[in-house]
Each structure stands twice: as structure tokens, then as C-alpha cells.
């Protein structure tokens, strides 16, 4: 433009002073119907350079005055930020504090304005969900919702915080649920489902995303671990609240081998069957599982369970006590089953080789019973001052 602009002068410097440097200046005639404009081209020269002027003068001058008032208009945002940029931050020191209805003020003044409105407008919907006002936190959801159309992950995170916090559980499920198709391993969202699962009960759900829960790291192992406990006990209860010990056996069945070779899971599910009154299906549960490896926790469970046929659970630790010595825990076991069986001599023997390994009040108290069927009172008497001398010993507060 500028080099346009200077071709233009020269070309005017060139007409202008050709004729005054050769001594004629030209003749021109302008004529309308009232006017006769007559001057030479020199004139006519200047005339259009005065115009030229005029125009570029003009032209600056609207150029000036249009960037005012962009500057005004910048003046008055730049304020409006700075503004919300100061409340954003004080408002976080109030969160500091513990002041959540300063924090939804500031917050929500001139969120619009601020750096980030979709953070403003989610800190401020916590902040009165905080305090209770339930409809205040319902606006600021929704107005962070208009800000980020585009992705709503954030503001159904705070939601389903939100509908935990009020107890709303089967609300923050299905919300959670619907998560969980667009950011199945994002954390806060794997860590919000599994207390929705839990608050309603939703084991199943619960055991799918354990695997995700794994692999992005949100807890330990160990938790992890409890969960899955957890889940299967829930998944349990179900099962027997729902259809009683035919329904128990039946879920039982349809799990896979290496659920149903879980201890703890076997020792849970004998629990509920001797719940249940059906001691056939619990003794199979604990005869597999001793088969498979030695554990104390069903060793235990043994003289719980009303056996048809107690004698095959006489040679099951018999069996034990061959393989693994004849620890405390076996030979107290033994000597209850054989209580059980009326073998009340035999019994007081198992009891006795057990207390000689370690004092117990349990079997001292079993063994004064064997001797009082036996026919020895005396002994038996003795074996109860014994039982509660080690009570006294274990408890000196009571």
C-alpha cells in the first residue's frame, strides 16, 4: 500500500512539475449545469493532494477513535478477569479454612470471567453441596455443564460426588455407570464406583472393575484383595436370602474351579451352609478343600458341622495328624469329634496331649466333661480350677 501510495505522488510531482518546468501548465475544465470550474493541471494537482490528505486524515482519525474504544472494552474485561482471578483466590483460601459459603460466593462471582469457569463452577457446586443447599449445587452442575459442552467427564464426577455425599446411591450408580462406558480406568471414577457398588449392593458390578481398579493403580493390592472378598461374600448372602440353601448350593456350582478352590471363599461358604442347616454340602466343601492343601481355617470349621457321618471326618484328621504331627489345633479337633461320637476316653486322651503342648482354656473345659462322663469328678474339677486360673492369667483386668 505504501509503495502504491508513493508511486501515486511521483506520478503527481511528475505532472505537476513537467508543465511549470517546460513553462505550461494546462488548461482543465470542469462543467456542470450551474458551475464552470476552470483551473490548470497544476491546480487540479493540488486539489487532488489536498484530498488525498483530507481522506488520510479522516482516516486516522476513525482509526483512532475505533481503537479507543477496542482499548475501553479490552479495559473493562482485563477488569473482569483480574476481578474473578482475585476471587478465585481468595475463595481458595476460604476453602483452607473451611468456609464453604464464602468459597460458593467468590467462586461463582464472575466465574464466567475466570481463567478456568468449568473449575469455578465444580468447586462452587462441592462447596454448596458442602453446606447443604442442595438447589444451589443443582445450578452450578448445570451451568458448568453449559460452559463445557464438549466434555462432560468433569462435571459427572462432581455429580456422582455429589449424589454419594446426599446418600443418593442408586442415582450416583447409574450415573457412575454411564462413566464407566466413556472413561472405564479413570481413577476418581473407578473409586466413586466401587463405593456406589457397595452402598447398593451391586457385587457383580463391583467384581468387573477390579481388573480396571489393577491395572490403573487406584489401591493396593491388599485392598483390592478385601473387595473381591467382599463381593463374593455379598454375592452369597444373596444367593441364600434369595433361594435358601438349594439356591447357595446351585451358585456354588456355576462358579468357576479356581473361585470355588478360594480358602477363604470355602470357609465363608461352609459358614452359610451350616447357616442353612445342611451339613452334607459343607463337609463335601471342607473334605475337597483339605484335600487340595492343608488349612487351619477349615480344620476349624469341622466340629461345627452336624455330620451324618462323623466317622469320615474322624479319619479325614486322623489322616492329618499323619501328614502334619500332631499339632494343638489337630488334637483339640480330634478330641471334639470324638466327643461328638460319645468317645469320651479317647477324647479326654486328645484333649490331654493337647494341653501338654499348649494350655487352652476351651480344652480344659472340654476335658473336665470327659472326665465327668467318665466318672471322675475329682479330675474333672481340677481341670476347671486349671481352665479358670489360665482365664484370670490371660484377663488380669476382669
Wanted: net charge neutral; glycine share 4%; aromatic share 4%.
Amino acid at each position: 500500500m505504501l509503495k502504491v501510495l508513493i508511486l501515486f505522488l511521483l506520478l503527481l510531482a511528475g505532472v505537476i512539475l513537467g508543465p511549470l518546468l517546460a513553462g505550461h501548465q494546462g488548461y482543465v475544465l470542469i462543467q456542470t449545469d450551474n458551475w464552470n470550474i476552470e483551473t490548470s493541471v497544476t491546480g487540479l494537482a493540488i486539489i487532488l493532494i489536498l484530498a488525498l490528505v483530507v481522506i488520510l486524515a479522516v482516516e486516522w482519525l476513525l482509526r483512532r477513535i475505533l481503537r479507543t474504544g477496542v482499548r475501553t472494552r479490552g479495559w473493562f474485561s482485563g477488569r473482569k478477569r483480574r476481578r474473578a482471578q482475585r476471587h478465585t483466590r481468595d475463595a481458595l483460601i476460604k476453602l483452607a479454612e473451611g468456609d464453604h459459603r464464602q468459597v460458593e460466593k467468590l467462586l461463582s462471582r464472575d466465574a464466567d470471567h475466570a481463567a478456568d469457569p468449568l473449575a469455578n463452577y465444580l468447586l462452587a457446586a462441592e462447596a454448596a453441596q458442602q453446606r447443604g443447599d442442595e438447589i444451589r449445587a443443582n445450578q452450578h452442575l448445570e451451568r458448568a455443564a453449559e460452559v463445557c459442552a464438549d466434555n462432560q467427564i468433569p462435571v459427572e464426577i462432581t455429580r456422582a460426588r455429589i449424589l454419594l455425599a446426599r446418600h443418593e446411591d442408586h442415582a450416583a450408580r447409574h450415573c457412575l455407570d454411564r462413566l464407566l462406558e466413556v472413561a472405564p480406568r479413570h481413577p476418581e471414577v473407578l473409586r466413586l464406583a466401587e463405593q456406589a457398588y457397595l452402598n447398593t449392593g451391586a457385587w457383580r458390578a463391583l467384581l468387573d472393575i477390579l481388573p480396571s481398579m489393577e491395572k490403573s493403580q487406584v489401591t493396593t493390592e491388599q485392598h483390592l484383595q478385601d473387595l473381591r472378598q467382599r463381593a463374593w461374600l455379598g454375592m452369597m448372602n444373596q444367593a441364600m436370602a434369595e433361594q435358601g440353601s438349594e439356591g447357595l448350593k446351585q451358585w456354588w456350582k456355576n462358579q468357576s474351579r479356581k473361585t470355588r478352590q478360594d480358602t477363604a471363599l470355602q470357609v465363608a461358604m461352609v459358614n452359610h451352609l451350616i447357616e442353612c442347616n445342611d451339613p452334607q454340602m459343607a463337609q463335601e466343601i471342607v473334605l475337597a478343600g483339605l484335600k487340595q492343601q492343608y488349612d487351619e481355617r477349615l480344620i476349624l470349621l469341622l466340629p461345627r458341622i452336624n455330620s451324618p457321618a462323623p466317622e469320615q471326618l474322624e479319619k479325614v484328621l486322623r489322616q492329618q495328624i499323619r501328614q502334619h504331627g500332631a499339632t494343638p489345633l489337630l488334637n483339640s479337633t480330634l478330641g471334639q469329634m470324638l466327643m461328638c461320637q460319645a468317645e469320651w476316653q479317647q477324647a479326654a486322651d486328645v484333649f490331654l496331649k493337647a494341653l501338654e503342648q499348649r494350655p487352652d482354656t476351651f480344652d480344659y473345659a472340654w476335658l473336665a466333661d470327659c472326665y465327668d462322663k467318665t466318672g471322675r469328678p475329682e479330675q474333672a474339677a481340677k481341670m476347671r480350677r486349671e481352665g479358670l486360673l489360665l482365664t484370670l492369667r490371660q484377663n488380669p483386668d476382669q
